[in-house]
């Protein structure tokens, strides 16, 4: 049932409080067919978790959710098990289940927010894992043409942080199939902060189980929880660098922390960037860079999205006249 005028403030995890012209729910893939086919030309929004997003106004077409639930086993052997997930299930509800039923590849991806349905569109990643994998593939279905279509990994073009979904805005994701592990032999427990935390709990051989834990300890001692604050995670991309640039900016700043991708590229945390700024924690009317996880913009209460976008400018304009480095928005600004 289409409704008309509704808030958006409980699809969005910034909780800005924009109001959609129309607003549909979808429970199946039959439903959005149907629905697709009913609304023709008009200007939609396709919605998962609403956690990757920063509304700025009210939007002036229809907002269609995507909500379709289930999660079913595909096929599985001694070593692999293959799981499909519909588009509206919770990503960490999804984590939490294959936890339960011992299936390892995701566990560092524990209490990202958002849906399964999200997580292709920018290769979710986190502590040394990203989608790309464990994913297997995804059933994809093009409103242009109404066609639905597997694509595998290939047809992904999976990068840091994006894929085709974030190119083409055609293509809606019905269900993620995912090859998992039974048993614990694909643990990555690398990342510095897990394996420091692994050490303080005296955890020497770890299953998937204490790893998830882990994660979730980091994860809610740095990151802001967005049932409680608004927020959509990573503001900006890590950005990729030359190594003369890490040069020219250790000339002037001691000790910047970079990840060597290959020869001549270099990734950077843009938290550090931001903090070297001096705006880490910076509150403004309502609204902020978090404190100890500058990557990351908050609303503390009832902030306009457009006022957490004009506060992305001018972070990324303070970054570019110190560092000469282009931050990139890795939030969808609607
Ligand atoms: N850092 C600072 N100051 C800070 C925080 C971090 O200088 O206040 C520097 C430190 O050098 C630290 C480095 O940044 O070692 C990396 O920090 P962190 O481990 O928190 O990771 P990140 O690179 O800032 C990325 C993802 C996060 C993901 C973490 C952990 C992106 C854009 N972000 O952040 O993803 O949780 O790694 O794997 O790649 C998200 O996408 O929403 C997200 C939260």
Redesign the pocket.
Known sequence: MIKQNVSLKKYNSFNIDVKAKEFVEINSKEELIHIVNVIKNKKALFLGGGS?ILFTKDFDGIVIHLNMKGIKYENSNSENTIVKANAGENWNKFVEFCLENNLGGIENLSL?PGNVGSAPV?N?????VELKDVFLSCEVFNKDDLSTKEYNIKDCKFG??SSIFKENKSLIILSVTLKLKNKNHNINSS???IKEELIKLNIKTPNIKDISNVVCNI?KR??PDPEEIGN???F???PVVKKEKIDWINEKFNNI?FYKIDEENYKI????L???AGL?GKEFNGFGIHK?????LINYGDAKGHDIYKLSLTIKEIIFKIFKIELET?VNII
């Open positions: 990757n990202i920018q979710i990643g986190a502590y040394g840091y942080r990342y510095g902060g994860r740095k990151l959509a995670g990573s900006f991309k890590n922390p945390p843009a938290a550090w931001i903090e070297q880490k100890s996880q500058p990557l990351v890795e």
